[in-house]
Structure formats: C-alpha cells, structure tokens
C-alpha cells in the first residue's frame, strides 16, 4: 500500500474517463480497517466514511444498446422526431451511448451546448433554458426534476413532447408530457399508471411503430373529414336551392338517411381501415396549433363540392328537358348521381394530395367490399324500392348517364391536386384582418 499523490489520481481519473468515453461505467473498488468500537456504528449507518480507503481496482461494465435501438432512432429522426437523451450517467459515458445509437451526431461537442449536465441545466435562468433547451441533445447527471423541467420548457416552446421512462423517477415527467411511454416489462407501476401507452415488450423500436400508426390514425381521420364535409355540403346547398326556387326538395328523407349511412358508416369503414405505409415517416410533425383541416383538404373538398353541386342544380333545373323524362325520373337521376359521386369520390379521399389515389387500393379488402356493398345497395333502392326510397326505375342509358357524371369527379381530383396551397391556413387571414 502507498499513497496515491497528484500524478497518480489523474492517471486514474484519465482511465475513468477513458472507459466512459467507450460507454462503460466505470465502478471503483476500495476497502478500509475499521476499529471495533467503529464497527456498530457503522453496521447502524449502513455507510462507511469516504476517507482513508485503500483503492483495490477499476472495473468496467458495458450496458449495451438494445437490438434496433440505433435504427429507430434513425427512423424517428427521419420522421422529423427529435430526440434527447436524458441519463443519471457521467457526461462522457451520456455521450459515448448517444453517439452508438446515433443521438449524437460526430462534431456535436460539449461546447455547441447539445451536452450538459443536469445541474447545470437547473442553474440557468428561465431566459437562457427557453433560449437553449432546443439545442440539447443530451442531458448527463440529471435528477428527476431536471427531466421535468425540460418536459416543461419544451411545451411551453410549443412542440408537442413524448417521454419514455421505466423508473419510478420518471414519473412526473411521463405525466407532464403530452405523450408518456413506460416500458411494460422493466417498467415500475408508478411509471405505468403515469403514462398514457404501456409498451409490452420494453423495445425502443416499438416508438417508431407507435409513431407511425398515430400519423396513420390522424392521416385517416382527415380523409374521412374531407370525405363528410364534401357530402354535407353537396346535400345542403342542392336541397337548400331547390327549396327556395321551386318550393320542394330532390332528395327525401329516406334517400337522405342512405346517403347519411354511406357517409358516416361505410365510409367511416372505408377510410378508417388504410393501413399505414413508410411514406407517412417522411412527413413533418403537426404541430400544437396546425388546423386539422388544412388548406389541402379545403382545395380538394371544394372543388369537387362545386362540381357535385354544378351537375346535380343542371339536374334540377334542366334535367326534364335534357333526358326527355317526369319530375319523378329527374329526381332519381338527381339522387343516383349524387350517391355514385360519393362512391367515386370515396376513392379520391384515399390520398389527400398524392395523384395516383388507386396505390395499394388491392390490399384494402375491406374498402373494396364496402364500395361494391354500396353500389349493389344503390342499384337495389333505386330499382326495387320505389315505395319506400320515393325512386323510379332507370334505363340502361340513364344508368350510364349517372355513371359517366360521377366518374368525371376522378379526373377533377386528379386536376385540383396539381394547384399549389399556401402552407399557412385559410383561417389565419381572418384572425390576421381582425387584429389589424
């Protein structure tokens, strides 16, 4: 035994920060004689004084990234998800991980602010944490409390923030985040009940699946929007129109009431059903304050609302004379048309700005099945149900006629979809005139 002098212990802090920097964490081992009359005191402390010990050796321990660790993270990443990691570790084993698993990117150093410690973290004031927190990549040495305060400054920077974490000290910051993940396996109860999805199988991998079926859900729940309102407000103005200038209405109630269950029933199933795809990785995030009704889903639902209403008042008014038939026979013409445009605009409403809306359609059995389940239903009601729909029956002719106005609402999609957008929304004008 010999004491260490200066030379010595940074001889041994250069090795400790040599096996951190290789993603080891590094445990000392050192022992010390310790009186009798000591030795209760000590067994009651349950903790020894840090004074006077005799160091016995280094030892490193490698924690590992977990399989598919580093490539959801590249998926996130691509994705537009930033990540931060976020670690009770030393700054050099924090950045050696993050570096692995593809957080840290090479030329990211501690002086760029993307690595700091916790306390450090917690020492700057509210300006310069709002001023910095974007640029963290990393957080080493950090409390509970730290994680916090991140979650915290991150909302109020106004993006939307998801924490994964399986320890109890996760919690309050699993509960302060939009979106908390806890793992299901490792995971603590208190981590659990504080999140809002549980991830079964511990891997970091299934976050890239869960952000992908969230952009799915969302994508989808915007299709059938388009879909709805591009139904409501065809039906509204037509009935609207003709309620004013010639006192009736084209559409009954029954013929209504289907058009309502093609809409909010099958087409919910329809469109609902899409499945996701890679391409929704490439997408930005929306943000907190994005419109879920965007400007693309405003251009798309309009023009082919203008168009369903264009033909549909020709009908009303025009229809009589154009096929040569009674008021009876012009008010089913008006009301097949309007069903088929829906059929045919259902597979408009598959892609919000894509061209080619008939991608993949073979691999959506159930959307399929419904649009065939619709048209058979159709053809049923107008030619079979006279009493009950208020309908005549068609030609083969006015059939192909019905058809032929309805399919014209594929190539109108096809046009629209080519007219650039602003990327700001419609609505912000407006907010914009009033403030001014």
Request: net charge neutral; aromatic share 8%.
């Amino acid at each position: 035994m010999k004491d260490l002098n200066g030379e010595e212990r940074m001889e041994f802090k250069k090795i400790i920060q040599g096996m951190a920097a290789s993603s080891l964490r590094c445990i000392a081992f050192a022992h010390k004689q310790v009186a009798e009359t000591e030795e209760e005191d000590v067994k009651e402390k349950k903790k020894l004084q840090e004074e006077n010990m005799t160091l016995l050796g280094l030892v490193g321990i490698k924690d590992p990234c977990r399989p598919g660790v580093k490539k959801a993270v590249h998926d996130c990443q691509y994705a537009g998800v930033n990540i931060k990691m976020i670690t009770g570790d030393n700054v050099f084993t924090a950045r050696a991980i993050a570096t692995e698993c593809g957080i840290l990117q090479q030329g990211q150093d501690v002086d760029s602010g993307a690595v700091v410690e916790g306390e450090v973290f917690r020492n700057y004031t509210p300006e310069e944490r709002m001023e910095k927190v974007e640029k963290i990549c990393i957080m080493a040495r950090s409390s509970p409390f730290d994680k916090l305060l991140m979650v915290q400054c991150l909302k109020q920077k106004g993006h939307v923030v998801a924490v994964t974490g399986d320890g109890t000290n996760d919690a309050p910051a699993l509960k302060e985040a939009d979106i908390g993940l806890s793992m299901g396996i490792q995971g603590t109860e208190v981590a659990k009940e504080s999140s809002d999805i549980v991830i079964l199988d511990d891997k970091f991998a299934s976050v890239a699946t869960v952000l992908k079926w969230g952009r799915c859900v969302y994508t989808n729940i915007q299709k059938f929007i388009q879909f709805q309102l591009t139904v409501n407000v065809a039906a509204l103005v037509i009935n609207f129109v003709a309620a004013i200038s010639a006192g009736e209405v084209p559409l009954t109630a029954v013929q209504l009431l289907w058009v309502n269950l093609i809409m909010d029933t099958l087409g919910a199933l329809a469109l609902a059903t899409e499945k996701p795809t890679e391409e929704l990785m490439k997408k930005p995030p929306v943000g907190r304050a994005e419109p879920l009704i965007t400007n693309i889903m405003w251009r798309n639902l309009l023009a082919q609302a203008l168009y369903q209403v264009t033909v549909l008042l020709t009908l009303q008014f025009k229809g009589e004379s154009i096929f040569g038939v009674t008021t009876a026979v012009d008010d089913t013409l008006i009301f097949n048309t309007f069903v088929l445009c829906q059929v045919f605009n259902e597979f408009n409403a598959r892609e919000l700005e894509k061209k080619n809306v008939f991608k993949g359609i073979h691999k959506n059995r159930l959307f399929l099945g419904i649009v065939g389940m619709t048209i058979v239903l159709q053809v049923v009601i107008v030619e079979f149900l006279k009493r009950f729909a208020g309908t005549e029956r068609l030609n083969w002719g006015q059939w192909g006629a019905c058809i032929a106005m309805a399919a014209v609402s594929w190539p109108i999609g096809w046009i629209v979809k080519c007219i650039p957008v602003p990327e700001r929304p419609i609505f912000s004008y407006l907010k914009w005139k009033k403030r001014t």
